[in-house]
């Protein structure tokens, strides 16, 4: 039949068929480089997320690969409409508006005993009646040991356990602390900080910087912090690697339990792109209303499991900062929740949960 | 009897360039934002949502421009395989244009997360909240967005090689609108010599 060009000029040809491999090899290399594929030494979410696995012992599927062993809870916030001055967010106008937490201690491993670390914390989403959110999750510190997700990971790096003697290398997690001074004031608190008895009697920060959006469409850098009227804190039993949840239930079996959510304003100046540093004691805050938090549910059943406490998921009048963790949280957050949620749901690679295990987080 | 068009219709061309262009940058702003953990991770998102929504709706567009304006026949000296290759690739690629941004919107909803188009924009759930149905949806996302993208890249493959090899006129159908060879069945040779590199 035809022959549409016949192969007069095969040289010519040549190169027209290096052409069209060219182009493709080029779109094909792009990709490649900005899915990260070519540069192996990026640190990407999924490094991230590798890293805080291999911290808390391997694949506890279902779990989270952070702040893992948890509890749901739920209740309400209360607005008392003193924030809605500087954010248009109805969460804080005057009334009621739902809440799912879920209280946690950080960490990967989900059967880690309470008194493991001296943190505990506390994740809100708040379900707007517009249908936006406000998610957050805070920790009872005041401050961040690091700045940056590039020192995060080295930190967990630093952190990972000597197989000879099942903890950190000191020595490692020394040169580390030299190399970073950032964490000064976190070691500095850390140093004081003992594991409470209970998730009631503790306050929560958020400690990134945020920014609220008053109806002049006018931006005020804030922090804010989920501050426990039951202060009386003590010191966590001896002897007892699971003593949270039974504290938070009987604690809850009578009565609501509250917190007040305390808004830091910043000054110009004052830094919201280091979670290391706090601003100065005298900033004007205010209480924009309170925490009601009215029952729980374990985290395996609960529907707290299901979510994502994504920090960067805001409503209109609340919006991030430039913290440089923001971001970091939320791509690390979304593959956590990929990975626990693609286990749940038996998809191929995956390894299904087991609920075999005593689930230590009851 | 009817007219057998020779090229694109000019709103087909419009479309087909515009999408090409929105639809490539979406495939990249995809895989960069998941691979990163700086601030371009959120703002990349930002734009990843609204982007991927104009998207659908161009794609209705295009899909109802396409019913309504049949694209010109390939040349009637194409192996059967090649035609066969050319419109399977074709119905991939609206499907996938359409599919992308639905699977997006809907795994959000899934996923329980408000599907914000910007600061206040908010668009509705369109599935109940199922973190099951989440997991299956994200990893569909992934999984078709690289066949999407392969698609893209035999698609682009092809196109040059009607261009630059063939020199049938079948590129410059949807490049100008110029005219290939009215007649399908016919070698079309004059078209060689206006696709000629100029070399
Ligand atoms: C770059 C720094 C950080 C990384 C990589 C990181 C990583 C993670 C990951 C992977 C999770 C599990 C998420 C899930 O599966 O849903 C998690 C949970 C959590 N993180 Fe972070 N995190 C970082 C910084 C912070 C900071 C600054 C705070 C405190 C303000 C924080 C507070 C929390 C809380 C409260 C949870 C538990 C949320 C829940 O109960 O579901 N994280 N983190
Ligand atoms: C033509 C349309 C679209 C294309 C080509 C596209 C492409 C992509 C790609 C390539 C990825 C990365 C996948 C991976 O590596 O796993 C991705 C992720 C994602 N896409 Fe799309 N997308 C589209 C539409 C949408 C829409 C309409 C939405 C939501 C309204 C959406 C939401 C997302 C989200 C949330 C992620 C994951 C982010 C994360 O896990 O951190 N996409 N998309």
Redesign the interface.
């Given at each position: 039949?035809?022959?549409?060009?016949p192969l007069s000029h095969p040289p010519?040809?040549g190169?027209?068929?290096a052409?069209?491999a060219g182009?493709?090899v080029v779109?094909?290399g792009?990709?490649a480089y900005?899915?990260?594929w070519l540069t192996p030494h990026?640190?990407?979410?999924q490094r991230?997320v590798d890293e805080l696995q291999r911290n808390g012992g391997g694949v506890h599927p279902g779990y989270r690969r952070n702040h893992a062993k948890g509890v749901c809870v739920a209740g309400y916030f209360e607005g008392n409409g003193k924030a809605s001055a500087y954010s248009t967010a109805s969460v804080f106008a005057v009334g009621r508006t739902p809440v799912v937490g879920r209280f946690a201690i950080p960490g990967g491993n989900p059967y880690a005993p309470d008194g493991s670390v001296p943190i505990r914390s506390l994740a809100l989403r708040f379900n707007l009646p517009?249908?936006?959110?406000w998610r957050t999750g805070m920790n009872s510190m005041p401050v961040f040991p690091v700045a940056t997700?590039q020192a995060f990971y080295a930190l967990q790096v630093a952190g990972e356990k000597d197989p000879a003697t099942g903890k950190p290398d000191p020595a490692r997690l020394a040169a580390f602390f030299a190399a970073h001074p950032e964490t000064a004031a976190f070691r500095a608190w850390a140093k004081t900080a003992r594991p409470s008895a209970s998730f009631v009697t503790e306050s929560y920060s958020g400690i990134d910087a945020f920014y609220f959006?008053d109806a002049k469409g006018q931006r005020h850098a804030v922090r804010w912090q989920m501050v426990a009227d039951a202060a009386n804190g003590t010191p966590a039993p001896a002897g007892d690697d699971n003593y949270l949840i039974p504290d938070l239930q009987h604690r809850l079996a009578t009565g609501p339990q509250r917190w007040h959510l305390l808004v830091t304003l910043a000054h110009p100046g004052d830094p919201t792109d280091d979670a290391t540093k706090a601003w100065p004691a005298e900033r004007t805050t205010l209480d924009a209303g309170t925490l009601v938090l009215t029952s729980e549910q374990p985290q395996d059943s609960g529907p707290c499991?299901?979510?994502?406490y994504d920090p960067?998921?805001l409503p209109?009048g609340i919006?991030?900062s430039?913290d440089?963790l923001?971001?970091?949280r939320?791509?690390?957050y979304?593959?956590s929740?990929?990975r626990r949620?693609?286990e749940?749901?038996h998809?191929p690679g995956t390894t299904a949960p087991t609920r075999t295990q005593p689930e230590a987080a009851r | 009897m009817s007219i057998t068009h020779t090229t694109f219709s000019l709103p087909a061309r419009v479309l087909h360039w515009a999408m090409a262009v929105l639809i490539l940058a979406m495939?990249?702003i995809g895989?960069?934002?998941?691979?990163?953990?700086?601030?371009?991770?959120?703002w990349l998102?930002a734009i990843h949502k609204p982007l991927g929504i104009a998207i659908l709706l161009l794609a209705i567009v295009r899909l109802v421009v396409r019913l309504r304006n049949p694209p010109p026949p390939l040349?009637g000296?194409l192996p059967a395989l090649q035609k066969l290759a050319a419109h399977l690739s074709h119905w991939l690629l609206y499907a996938l244009m359409i599919a992308m941004p639905l699977i997006g919107w809907a795994m959000l909803s899934a996923?329980?997360?408000?599907v914000?188009l910007s600061?206040?924009l908010?668009l509705?759930a369109i599935l109940p909240?199922?973190?099951?149905?989440?997991?299956?949806l994200?990893?569909a996302h992934g999984v078709l967005a690289y066949l999407l993208?392969l698609t893209?890249?035999a698609h682009?493959?092809a196109a040059?090689?009607h261009g630059?090899?063939?020199?049938?006129g079948v590129l410059r159908s949807m490049a100008n609108g110029r005219a290939r060879d009215p007649s399908p069945l016919m070698?079309?040779?004059a078209c060689?010599v206006n696709e000629r590199?100029t070399?």
């Open positions: 039949m035809h022959d549409p060009q010519r040809n190169l027209r068929w052409l069209i182009a493709v779109a094909g792009a990709f900005v899915g990260g990026r640190l990407t979410a991230l517009n249908g936006q959110q997700p959006i499991r299901d979510i994502n960067t998921v209109a919006a991030i430039d440089p923001l971001s970091a939320s791509a690390a979304a593959d929740y990929l949620t693609r749940e749901a998809v | 495939l990249f895989v960069g934002m998941v691979a990163t953990v700086s601030e371009k991770h959120s998102l040349p000296d996923g329980g997360y408000p914000m600061h206040s908010r509705p909240e199922n973190a099951l149905v989440f997991a299956w994200r990893t993208f893209f890249l682009m493959g040059l090689y630059l090899i063939r020199r049938d070698p079309d040779g060689v590199l070399d």
